[in-house]
């Protein structure tokens, strides 16, 4: 079923420093957010980007460049794992709040 | 090529001998394990010192009987990951009994210098893209060992136990 | 509990040292990803799905209040708070920096504690039966042996790049907490027929996508042959075990293939040949470190204490907390308590920097000072006057670690999963969450009766699903999370693997699906006290198929 969509994709990395998960924005650089990084739509496209994020990892900017697919809707773009949708909101899907035992108490 | 023994860079006095060329006259050759089982009696006449070189799926065992005629037992490692040489060198010196040198090739990283020497590896070829120094500050990173080897560094137990001072005649 | 002296002292300052160095380097470009991986990895670093992630090493599981301290000094300044106990008795922390991390192992060391071979292709951080030293009718102390072993592992020169990570586990008594033959090596500490202790070597064992139960390869090893004989084992695993296939790398797999009895004999004829060498245990070193291990000033308690059993009766729900999560000791008058780290709805394993906090001085207040980390990812305090037990059940509650179900249905073993780990193919503890929210009923959990429910993110099973008497392991279908359903494992003494129910659920469907299988159980059970364990192995897998994928369409699960 997933070849009937046109196939779209991103370039994702992780900061070396931090770890934290990031996308590339074409002419730009790297933001942390999902929604600002480019789509490709087609594969050549796609692997020039990733080629060109190399020069990143040598730098020792980032780690483990790779193309990750994206469906779009209405809503706008978003991964097709569930993987990389938990990777683009930077967190646990659960509530992590375990800032006060009396929230996990009330839970 | 530098080989680095004892962390310190020296020339490299071998040559590896690619199985089909000829043994270069008067220089020390390193062969492969298949060579010399194949021109083993030609090999042994040699006036010139012989080394063998072992890929990392060769046992030493595979030399047991002709160690006596080997100057150097090359270990190879294709990928630092693979790990199966520190155990061949213990086999070489430990039951083997081998007290020629014994040489590190391949992927040797910086990392890994401290553990070969504690195993018996006397000299080693990093890759020549490496910083030589690196190996040198290696060795001297830990002072302090938990496992009995055949290097001579004091265990933590036996230096506890005041051992250290007793002849240690059984090792 | 141990203590280091000079030597161990030095040697973790080096380590850090070393680490530290490590680290500039990959900083300064000396060192790619793929040079530095390995060596983060033998530290316990990983790169993860949204951070680094840091497992520190608890060896044998035992903590001191000061060490547990300082891991909630660790979670404030270098993370969110938090930390994660494992299914090896370790913590982890999901969120350090990478430039963070030396100094974070700087402070650590000096409370004497290290994340050495947490993780990489090296021999692990030991693992022990937690409630050692404190349970009856133990042949001898598991930590006295772990500590040992801790130290002969502890950067091997010769098995520190082996085929595949591996994992050792010391018991002392005939029942098994500590899963130990699902690891590399199992250890039970045994008595020989003239009465000397030594050890029995389950060699082999291991979960993973190949699940299983490690052979005795030798029934007595004496206890002066120890190293020599571990040794000998390694040294046949690192020159035969499989390097080609990552899948089967581990020992369990050279010892199916060679035979257990064809590996005990290469692994004999190379221990015959070092056994009476250096690596022979002097007994002054077995000494020295027992000493470490002696027990705390026990006072001299009567075994029945009224005031204690009134309260146990007049207060329901400290009675309940009593049985459930505390266990006998071998003095009169004590007992071993259970902190629960699954209170409806938590993440298991998950506490607080401030619930690291209350461990500790709780531990100090009623336990010498001593706490103990069980592979089910639950706190011990090892040593509680049954007199002082309604007050520490007080505090407890005040601060949410007072749930009464160790040993039940939502008392689960659950892996980090897909919100954290990187190799995992679905999520484990929200899955976990929603189970614990539908079993939070007291009463219900007891009356189901000791369940144990292991969940894994993917078939490397972190989790134990292979070995939980309900295993939910997590699959992905074309990036969507399903998870199968395995029943009849278990991991203690009477150890077996599960057996797959049927066809996956949706992250929807297992809650309920799980909930029938129980139901079931409850159903088919001969009486109250015949466990879930028990019902299965007596009536088989077919009643449960039946009543989870039967007639009912709406169970019937969308996928496969």
């Known amino acids: 079923m997933a070849n009937d969509r046109p196939l779209n994709q991103m370039v994702t990395a992780q900061w070396l420093l931090g770890g934290e998960s990031i996308y590339w924005v074409a002419g730009k650089g790297w933001s942390d957010s999902f929604a600002e990084g480019t789509l490709y739509v087609d594969q050549p496209a796609a692997d020039a980007a990733l080629a060109e994020v190399q020069e990143f990892v040598k730098q020792r900017v980032v780690v483990g460049p790779y193309l990750i697919e994206v469906e779009v809707d209405k809503d706008g773009p978003k991964p097709t794992s569930a993987r990389e949708r938990i990777r683009a909101a930077h967190n646990a899907t659960f509530d992590i709040d375990h800032g006060s035992w009396t929230a996990r108490i009330a839970d | ?171 | 509990m141990y203590r280091y002296d000079q030597f161990d002292a030095t040697f973790v300052r080096e380590r850090t040292e070393q680490f530290r160095g490590q680290v500039a380097r990959r900083l300064a470009g000396e060192l790619t990803e793929e040079e530095f991986r390995p060596l983060r990895l033998k530290n316990g670093l990983y790169l993860q799905l949204h951070a680094y992630m840091l497992r520190v090493a608890i060896p044998y599981g035992e903590l001191s209040s000061k060490q547990m301290r300082k891991l909630a000094f660790i979670a404030r300044r270098y993370d969110k708070g938090y930390g994660h106990f494992t299914t090896r008795q370790n913590i982890q922390y999901n969120w350090p920096r990478l430039d963070d991390v030396p100094d974070l192992l700087a402070h650590l060391a000096e409370v004497e504690m290290h994340a050495i071979q947490t993780s990489g292709n090296c021999i692990r951080n030991v693992t022990a039966d937690h409630l050692a030293g404190v349970i009856p009718d133990e042949v001898d102390d598991p930590r006295v042996w772990g500590e040992i072993i801790r130290q002969w592992s502890t950067l091997h020169p010769e098995f520190s790049y082996l085929p595949r990570k591996f994992k050792i586990a010391v018991i002392g008594t005939d029942t098994d907490r500590a899963a130990m033959r699902t690891h590399d090596i199992g250890l039970k500490i045994v008595r020989n027929d003239a009465g000397e202790m030594g050890f029995a070597f389950y060699t082999g064992g291991g979960q993973g996508r190949t699940p299983i139960i490690g052979p005795l390869v030798k029934g007595f090893v004496a206890k002066e042959d120890l190293l020599s004989y571990l040794d000998a084992t390694l040294r046949v695993y690192n020159m035969h075990g499989r390097r080609d296939n990552i899948y089967k790398a581990r020992i369990k797999i050279l010892v199916q293939s060679l035979g257990a009895e064809e590996f005990g004999r290469q692994v004999e004829e190379e221990w015959l040949r070092i056994k009476d060498t250096v690596l022979k245990l002097p007994e002054a070193e077995v000494a020295r470190i027992r000493s470490y291990f002696a027990p705390p000033a026990y006072e001299t308690l009567p075994a029945y204490i009224p005031e204690f059993e009134a309260k146990k009766k007049a207060d329901a729900d400290f009675g309940r907390w009593v049985r459930a999560n505390t266990d006998v000791h071998k003095v009169d008058g004590y007992t071993a308590v259970s902190i629960s780290l699954k209170p409806v709805g938590a993440a298991p394993g998950d506490a607080t920097a401030d619930q690291m906090d209350v461990m500790a001085d709780l531990s100090d207040a009623y336990s010498f000072g001593e706490i103990r980390v069980t592979h089910r990812q639950n706190i011990v305090l090892p040593n509680v006057r049954k007199q002082d037990l309604f007050d520490l059940w007080t505090k407890l509650k005040a601060v949410g670690l007072a749930e009464p179900n160790i040993g039940f249905v939502s008392d689960i073993i659950a892996c980090p999963g897909l919100d954290y780990c990187n190799l995992a193919n679905a999520r484990s503890i929200p899955v976990a969450q929603r189970l614990s929210r539908r079993f939070s009923d007291p009463k219900r959990l007891s009356d189901i009766g000791e369940l144990r429910l292991n969940i894994s993110g993917c078939i490397n099973a972190c989790g134990h699903h292979h070995v939980g008497h309900i295993g939910i392991l997590g699959v992905d279908k074309k990036g969507e999370e399903f998870y199968q359903v395995t029943l009849g494992g278990s991991s203690a003494e009477d150890i077996s693997i599960g057996k797959i129910l049927g066809p996956a659920f949706s992250y929807d469907q297992i809650t309920d699906a799980i909930e029938t299988v129980i139901d079931t159980y409850i159903d088919l059970r001969s009486e109250p006290s015949e466990r879930f364990i028990d019902t299965y192995r007596r009536v088989g897998i077919e009643p449960f198929k039946e009543k989870v994928y039967g007639s009912s369409k709406e169970r019937r699960p969308a996928a496969e």
């Open chain 2, 1 to 171: 090529m530098v080989v680095l023994r004892n962390g310190v860079p020296q020339p490299n006095e071998w040559v590896r001998v690619a199985d089909d060329a000829a043994l270069p006259e008067g220089a020390k050759a390193i062969v492969s394990l298949e060579r010399w089982q194949a021109e083993r009696e030609i090999l042994r006449q040699r006036n010139t010192a012989i080394g063998v070189s072992l890929k990392s799926d060769q046992s030493p065992l595979l030399l047991a009987d002709d160690l006596d005629h080997l100057s150097l037992v090359a270990l190879e490692f294709p990928k630092f990951t693979d790990g199966r040489a520190f155990s061949y060198a213990r086999v070489l010196r430990d039951r083997l009994g081998y007290r020629g040198e014994i040489r590190a090739v391949g992927q040797v990283l910086r990392d890994q210098y401290l553990f070969m020497t504690r195993v018996g590896i006397d000299t080693i070829e990093p890759p020549a893209e490496k910083r030589v120094e690196g190996y040198a500050e290696a060795l001297k990173e830990f002072s302090v060992f938990y496992q009995p080897t055949n290097d001579r560094r004091e265990t933590a137990l036996r230096l506890r136990h005041g051992l250290d001072k007793v002849a240690t005649a059984a090792e």
